[in-house]
């Protein structure tokens, strides 16, 4: 049953996110939280769940000529170097802290496109 839901949610995420852009995170890491994993976890296994939605969204945008190359590569080669910091600070925060600071972030972002013009 376990797997079900995470293959109906990993389906909602690849829709939800080669639609708006959304990397799936903000959905694959409080479903991962709702099973039970530690932030860490989520948080890791998360991104190579986004990896793979990435990949095949990226394809599906590429075919379409929606895709700026050098933007998106200059981007990404900077978020290596910012993504190996990432991890270490996370180790040092108790789960109930990045819940709470996970959700504000949600809500700051959820308030933020709600009331943009």
């Not at 939605?53 to 981007?75: C, E, K, P, Q």
Request: net charge positive; glycine share 16%; aromatic share 10%.
């Amino acid at each position: 049953m376990k797997l079900v839901l995470l293959a109906a949610a990993g389906i909602l995420i690849g829709l939800f996110a080669s639609f708006v852009g959304l990397g799936g995170g903000f959905l694959v890491v409080p479903l991962l939280l709702y099973l039970g994993y530690t932030p860490q976890r989520a948080v890791g296994t998360s991104f190579l769940a986004i990896l793979i939605v990435s990949v095949g969204a990226l394809f599906g945008h590429g075919r379409l000529d929606h895709v700026d190359w050098r933007v998106g590569a200059v981007l990404g080669l900077g978020g290596i170097l910012g993504a190996q910091a990432g991890p270490r600070l996370l180790e040092g925060i108790p789960a109930s802290v990045f819940q709470k600071a996970f959700a504000l972030i949600l809500l700051a972002l959820a308030l933020q496109m709600f009331f943009k013009k």
